[in-house]
């Protein structure tokens, strides 16, 4: 089992650009979630998708925005990259959204920069 | 919303020494808790959890009792290895709702 991936590992932008950030969750997960976690800083939740829709959300604006697919791969796309931006973008996947036991799995992230 | 305080760091240990650190949480409903550790330059990867009051959560030597009437969560460690040097977070989660991190506590050990 690969556990949840992510890609790219790294990558560099220019502020004003558009970023996609791609995470493929473990096998057998149907629910991914996405987390900025800035330098220093713990995670702070992004989005959750199940069954391809938005389910959660947190304090990220509209230039924030995801996508599940089928096979509950998700993208994490960022429009009109900040300087603020710059941090490592977490992935997790989990089985059940509904569940407060529900184990979540994490990727290695992406660390984005955005100069 | 939820939240959780945990003790600043970092926390300095020599090899062998004990281990605690707090955590203290807020949220609504009935949370279950984790402690998950972060290893530099990588993701996250759940050291344990417990769901219920009185539960104790154990892994790899580490332990952790979910303290409903203080709202706490301290992590424990009898004794630390060089090996246990990353940054811990702890994240209450309810329902539905995502985790709730913290920012975490660093960990130092020194040979």
């Known amino acids: 089992d690969a556990g949840v991936t992510q890609s790219p590992t790294h990558l560099i932008k220019t502020r004003g650009q558009q970023v996609t950030l791609r995470c493929s969750p473990k096998s057998g997960h149907d629910t991914v979630s996405w987390y900025q976690q800035a330098l220093g800083q713990g995670p702070q939740f992004i989005f959750q998708?199940?069954?391809?829709?938005?389910?959660q959300r947190g304090n990220f604006p509209d230039r924030f925005s995801g996508h599940q697919f089928p096979n509950y791969s998700s993208e994490l796309n960022v429009n009109a990259l900040l300087l603020g931006d710059s941090a490592l973008y977490l992935c997790?996947?989990?089985?059940?959204?509904?569940?407060?036991?529900?184990?979540?799995?994490f990727g290695q992230g992406t660390r984005l920069t955005v100069v | 919303g939820d939240s959780v305080t945990q003790m600043e760091g970092p926390v300095t240990l020599s090899e062998e020494a004990f281990l605690t650190i707090n955590c203290t949480y807020t949220?609504?409903?009935?949370?279950?808790l984790f402690w998950y550790v972060q290893y530099p330059g990588e993701g996250l990867q759940l050291l344990l959890k417990?769901?219920?009051?009185?539960d104790k959560g154990s892994n790899k030597g580490f332990e952790a009792t979910y303290r409903k009437e203080t709202t706490s969560f301290h992590l424990e460690k009898g004794s630390v290895q060089v090996s246990d040097s990353a940054v811990y977070f702890c994240a209450p989660k309810a329902g539905r709702r995502a985790l709730t991190f913290g920012s975490g506590t660093r960990l130092q050990v020194q040979p």
């Open positions: 998708y199940y069954e391809e829709e938005e389910r």
């Open positions: 417990a769901t219920k009051a009185d």
């Open positions: 949220a609504t409903g009935y949370p279950s």
């Open positions: 997790a996947s989990s089985v059940d959204p509904g569940g407060s036991n529900t184990e979540a799995f």
